[in-house]
C-alpha cells in the first residue's frame, strides 16, 4: 500500500525510538499487526527489551537537562514545526490511522487535524506559561510563583485514539520543558512509528539531540509496568480502561509519582420533553455509533422524557435501518469494524446480559461475515430498551449499543439518572427550555467533566481542559490551564530589604 511506503512503513519494524535512531531489539517475539478492516496483515513490530528500555530512558534524561533549558518560545517554534510537517503528512498519516484501528477516513483524518491543532495551541502556550504574583505580608518582599519542567513524561495511550492523544500531551508537555516517552497501545504500533518518523524529520533538520520524543513499544503488562515501576519518571499521563487505569494509580502512587488519568465514560444524553429532535438525533446517532462506539466520549445512554420517548423510537430505528456498515476506508460507510474479536465476544456479552437483566433489544447485534467482512469485526449498532440500575447498563461495553432509558417527571429526575453511574466524562441535554439547561449546568447538575447543551457527548475541541471525574479518572489534558499538570509549581519568595522578619513575631538578637 502506497501510504505505507509513503510513512516509513516496512514489514518488520524497530520497536524503540529515541526521536532520530531506531532500536531493534535482538530479542522477542514480534508483534503481528493486523487492520480489523479487512483482517490482513500490515506489518511486524519488535517490541522493546530491557536493554533499549533502560537505553530510552537515560537518553530522555539526558535530553531533559538540554531541553528544560531551551527558552520556552524555542521549544515552541519546533512543535510549530512538527505541526507543519504533520500538515505535510496529514492524508496518509490519517488513511493509516483509519486502516491500522478501523475507523472512517474522515475520523482518521480528523484525528491528525487534531494533532495539528494541538501543536498550534501549544505554540502560543509556550509564550504563555504563566505564574501570579501575589502581594507578601511582610515590607520589602516580593513573592511569585512559578512553573519550571517536571522531568520524563511517559504517555501510555489507548488503542481508540493511536496518535491524537500522544499529541494532546507530548506536545504540551514539550512546550513545558519536559521530554516525553510514548507507549502506544499493542493493537495499533504503526501510527505511532509513522508518527515518530514524521517528528524525526523536524528533529534532524534542527539537529536536536536524542531523547526529547521518545517511543517504545510492547505490551502493556510487559513494558508499561516498567514506566509505572520507573521513580525517574515524575509523572505517568495513562488513557484507558478503569481496571488498567486503577492498577496504574495505584502502582505510581505508591512511589509517589504523579499521574494524568483518562479513564473509561459512560456518557449519556438527555432528551427533555423540550428537546429540538431535529439538532438532537444526529448528534446521537453519530454519539453512538461513530467509531463503532469505541470513543471513550461515546453516547452509550439515551435518558428519553416519556412524552417524546415513543417518537424518539421510531426515528431512531429508521436511522438504524440506515446504517452503511463496512470498510472505513470507503467514505460512503457510517460504521466501521471493532478492533478485534475480544471486542466482538464483549458486545455479544453485553447484549446477551442486557437480555437476562430484563432488557429488550429492539434492533441490530448481529456479527456480520461474507465478502468485505472477512475480519470478523464488524457488528451491527444495537439499540435496546433498558433501566439505569441494570448492571451491564452501568458498565462501559466498549463498542455501539445504545441504552434507551425512559425518564418521567422532571428534569431533575433525568439528571440523576445521568449522574448515577460510576463514570464522569462526557454528558449532554437537548432542551430549548433554559431553566433545563441551567439546572443541568448547576452545582446540583451533571457531575461530568464535560457538559454540552444541545450538542452530543462524543468528541471535544482541544481548546477546553479534557477530562472527567469519578472513575474517569480526574485527569485534564490538551487546552484551557492542563499544562499546569505537566510542571512543577514553586512559589518563590524574595526579601529586598535590609530586615529579617521571622513568623509569628519571633526574635533571635544575634550579634555579627
Ligand atoms: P486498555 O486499558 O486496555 O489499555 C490502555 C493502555 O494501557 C495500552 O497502551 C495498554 O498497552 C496499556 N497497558 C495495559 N496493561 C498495562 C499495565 N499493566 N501497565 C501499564 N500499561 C498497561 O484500554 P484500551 O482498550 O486500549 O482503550 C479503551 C479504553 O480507554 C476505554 O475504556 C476508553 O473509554 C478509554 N479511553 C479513555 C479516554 C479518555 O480520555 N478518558 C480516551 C480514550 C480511551
Redesign the pocket.
Known amino acids: 500500500m502506497e501510504f505505507l511506503e509513503k510513512l516509513g512503513i516496512e514489514k518488520n519494524n524497530f520497536g524503540a525510538c529515541t526521536g532520530r535512531k531506531w532500536y531493534m531489539p535482538k530479542t522477542g517475539e514480534l508483534i503481528a499487526v493486523s487492520s480489523p478492516a479487512d483482517g490482513k496483515l500490515i506489518a511486524f513490530v519488535r517490541p522493546v527489551s530491557n536493554e533499549e528500555y533502560e537505553t530510552v530512558v537515560k537518553t530522555a534524561q539526558a535530553a531533559f537537562s538540554h531541553w528544560r533549558l531551551v527558552p520556552a518560545p524555542k521549544r515552541g517554534e519546533i512543535v510549530r514545526q512538527i505541526g507543519l510537517k504533520l500538515r505535510e503528512h496529514k492524508e496518509d498519516l490519517g488513511r493509516l490511522v483509519s486502516y491500522e484501528m478501523g475507523k472512517s477516513l474522515q475520523e482518521g483524518l480528523g484525528e491528525v487535524q487534531e494533532m495539528i491543532d494541538i501543536c498550534d495551541f501549544a505554540v502560543g502556550q509556550s509564550r504563555m506559561l504563566h505564574g501570579f504574583t501575589m502581594h507578601s505580608e511582610r515590607a520589602h518582599h516580593r513573592m511569585y510563583e512559578q512553573y519550571h519542567p517536571a522531568g520524563i513524561i511517559s504517555i501510555?495511550?489507548?488503542?481508540?485514539?493511536p496518535v491524537a492523544?500522544w499529541a494532546w500531551n507530548a506536545m504540551i508537555a514539550a512546550v513545558c520543558g519536559n521530554v516525553s516517552i510514548w507507549?502506544?497501545?499493542?493493537?495499533v504500533p504503526l501510527s505511532a512509528i509513522a508518527t515518530q518518523k514524521i517528528i524525526g524529520k523536524v528533529l534532524r533538520e534542527n539537529d536536536l539531540p536524542e531523547g526529547i520524543f521518545s517511543m517504545i513499544t510492547?505490551?502493556?503488562?510487559?513494558?508499561?509496568?516498567s514506566?509505572?515501576n520507573d521513580r525517574r519518571i515524575p509523572l505517568?499521563s495513562?488513557?484507558?480502561?478503569?481496571?488498567?487505569?486503577r492498577?496504574?494509580a495505584e502502582?505510581v502512587a505508591k512511589r509517589l509519582g504523579k499521574t494524568i488519568?483518562?479513564?473509561?465514560?459512560n456518557n449519556a444524553v438527555i432528551l427533555t420533553e423540550h428537546a429540538d429532535l431535529k439538532l438532537a438525533l444526529p448528534a446521537v446517532v453519530f454519539g453512538a455509533v461513530g467509531t463503532a462506539g469505541?470513543?471513550?466520549?461515546?453516547t452509550r445512554r439515551l435518558i428519553i422524557h416519556d412524552a417524546v420517548y415513543d417518537k424518539v423510537k421510531s426515528v431512531l430505528l429508521k436511522a438504524y435501518q440506515g446504517l452503511r456498515i463496512g470498510n472505513p476506508l470507503d467514505e460512503k460507510n457510517h460504521v466501521g469494524p471493532l478492533?478485534g474479536m475480544g471486542?466482538v465476544t464483549a458486545f455479544n456479552k453485553a447484549l446477551e446480559a442486557v437480555e437476562e437483566q430484563g432488557g429488550r433489544i429492539l434492533f441490530g447485534g448481529d456479527t456480520l461475515d461474507g465478502p468485505g467482512y472477512e475480519s470478523g469485526c464488524y457488528v451491527v449498532p444495537a439499540l435496546v430498551e433498558a433501566e439505569n440500575d441494570f448492571p451491564i447498563v452501568q458498565a462501559?461495553t466498549?463498542g455501539p449499543i445504545l441504552y434507551l432509558i425512559r425518564y418521567k417527571g422532571s428534569v431533575t429526575n433525568a439528571i440523576a439518572l445521568q449522574n448515577d453511574v460510576r463514570?464522569g466524562?462526557s454528558s449532554a441535554i437537548f432542551t430549548t427550555d433554559m431553566r433545563q439547561a441551567e439546572e443541568f449546568l448547576a452545582a446540583t447538575g451533571s457531575d461530568c467533566g464535560i457538559a454540552n447543551v444541545n450538542i452530543g457527548t462524543s468528541g471535544a475541541e482541544i481548546g477546553g481542559a479534557?477530562?472527567?471525574e469519578k472513575e474517569?479518572?480526574g485527569?485534564r489534558?490538551s487546552g484551557s490551564d492542563a499544562w499546569k499538570a505537566y510542571m512543577r509549581r514553586q512559589t518563590v519568595t524574595i526579601n529586598y530589604g535590609k530586615e529579617m522578619p521571622l513568623a509569628q513575631g519571633i526574635r533571635f538578637d544575634l550579634e555579627n
Not at 238 to 245: A, E, K
Not at 261 to 265: C, D, R, T, V, Y
Open positions: 501510555i495511550t489507548a488503542f481508540n485514539f492523544v507507549k502506544p497501545a499493542t493493537q510492547g505490551e502493556g503488562s510487559v513494558i508499561g509496568e514506566l509505572l505517568i495513562f488513557t484507558g480502561s478503569v481496571p488498567i487505569g492498577h496504574a502502582v488519568l483518562e479513564l473509561s465514560g469505541q470513543r471513550c466520549t461515546t478492533i471486542a462501559e466498549f463514570q466524562l479534557f477530562g472527567g474517569t479518572g485527569g489534558e
